[in-house]
């Protein structure tokens, strides 16, 4: 039956890395202890699901359900790939629509299974009736343990059929993983949010530009690299729970000595805050071709590359201790190149991460 479809994608949500939002702790689904587990997972009944529909009561002894895990975010989602049931007496289960599932952590262990789209037609005594999830219909608890186990309570929704079709329908039984042991739903503390404001309280999406307030300094394995001079512009153009960021629109160095520092690419800076009024900074897409005594090498950042850390203030600071991966250029060329220094927020005049 749908509903019973819709039991066996929160198995499979189970099995992967569960991050919860709002004042909930994080959640990664482990097998073994402390190992994150991210791959496929079937579950097995562990007792007769027993659908309630008005016109009858349905039994069925026997079903299998798997899938994989899709996302992570609020929830853990994911759809089933295969769902099977049997001695179901004189009913027949049909399955139009396979839907979705997610997990919400709830601590100690739990967490709470939810159903969307699902469909499953349950026929006996000359009665068809079609139940369901619709958005987020909750269906019960999962366990972690050696086994993990689902425990159904739900009250599943009527999609189509007549007035013998009770609506809603109750369903319960329990499910248990078959395919991993043990599993275990692990709670860790979630990260602080990340909020630039300016003034302090209100969320800052504008422009942002800082300028070198030391030396930076390249060590790049040919020569040893230093500018005075640095500037560097972009916009924070998107928040998240974790994240703010944004694309670099400019980004200049001058005053490098017989040395020539030109960027190629500018690439994204995001921030996520490291608690107490600072965050750290990661790099993603940015080229710079650094040429000094005949040599030429390109550095830059990869996805997130760390570069340091903002504290905020009046003025906030930037101060630089990275490892640039070598992009290209010969056996001279260092890998990484490291990179020191620091940069003062000029505009705006105060940014705080809160």
């Known amino acids: 039956m749908k509903h019973f479809k819709t039991l066996g994608l929160a198995l499979v949500v189970m099995g992967a890395l569960m991050a919860?939002?709002?004042?909930?702790?994080?959640?990664?689904?482990?097998?073994?202890?402390?190992?994150?587990?991210?791959?496929?997972?079937?579950g097995t009944a562990s007792s007769s699901l027993l659908l309630k529909a008005g016109f009858a009561e349905i039994t069925c002894t026997q079903s299998t359900v798997r899938g994989k895990i899709e996302?992570?975010?609020?929830?853990?989602?994911?759809?089933?790939?295969?769902?099977?049931?049997?001695?179901?007496?004189?009913?027949?289960?049909?399955?139009?629509?396979?839907?979705?599932?997610?997990?919400?952590?709830?601590?100690?262990?739990?967490?709470?299974?939810?159903?969307?789209?699902?469909?499953?037609?349950?026929?006996?005594?000359?009665?068809?009736?079609?139940?369901?999830t619709t958005t987020n219909t909750v269906l019960g608890t999962v366990i972690g343990g050696t086994p993990a186990k689902l425990t159904i309570s739900a009250s599943l929704p009527r999609i189509s059929g007549g007035v013998l079709c009770a609506s809603p329908a109750s369903w319960s039984g329990s499910y248990q993983v078959a395919s991993l042991h043990p599993l275990l739903i692990d709670a860790v503390s979630p990260p602080p949010p990340t909020t630039p404001t300016s003034p302090a309280g209100t969320v800052y999406t504008g422009e942002i530009e800082a300028t070198a307030s030391s030396s930076l300094l390249l060590q790049a394995g040919f020569a040893n690299i230093t500018c005075t001079q640095s500037t560097?512009?972009?916009?924070?153009?998107?928040?998240?729970v974790t994240v703010a960021a944004g694309k670099i629109s400019s980004l200049s160095f001058s005053n490098c000595?017989?040395?020539?520092?030109?960027?190629?690419?500018?690439?994204?800076?995001?921030?996520?805050?490291?608690g107490g009024g600072k965050g750290s900074v990661n790099g993603a897409g940015t080229e710079v071709t650094i040429a000094a005594l005949g040599v030429s090498c390109v550095?830059?950042?990869?996805?997130?590359?760390p570069l340091g850390t903002l504290t905020g203030g009046t003025p906030a600071k930037l101060t630089l201790t990275a490892k640039l991966p070598k992009i290209s250029g010969g056996f001279l060329c260092a890998d990484p190149a490291a990179w020191q220094g620091s940069y003062t927020v000029t505009n705006p005049g105060t940014l705080l991460v809160d």
């Open 20 to 42: 919860l939002a709002g004042n909930a702790s994080a959640t990664t689904a482990t097998s073994p202890t402390g190992t994150e587990f991210t791959g496929e997972i079937e």
């Open 71 to 132: 996302s992570n975010g609020a929830t853990a989602a994911g759809k089933l790939s295969s769902l099977s049931f049997g001695g179901c007496g004189g009913a027949t289960v049909d399955v139009i629509q396979n839907g979705e599932l997610s997990i919400e952590a709830t601590g100690e262990g739990k967490g709470i299974v939810r159903g969307s789209n699902t469909q499953v037609t349950v026929s006996t005594m000359g009665t068809s009736c079609v139940y369901g």
């Open 232 to 240: 560097v512009k972009g916009k924070i153009e998107s928040h998240s």
């Open 257 to 274: 000595g017989s040395s020539t520092v030109d960027v190629i690419q500018n690439g994204e800076l995001s921030i996520a805050s490291t």
């Open 299 to 305: 550095y830059g950042t990869t996805t997130n590359t």
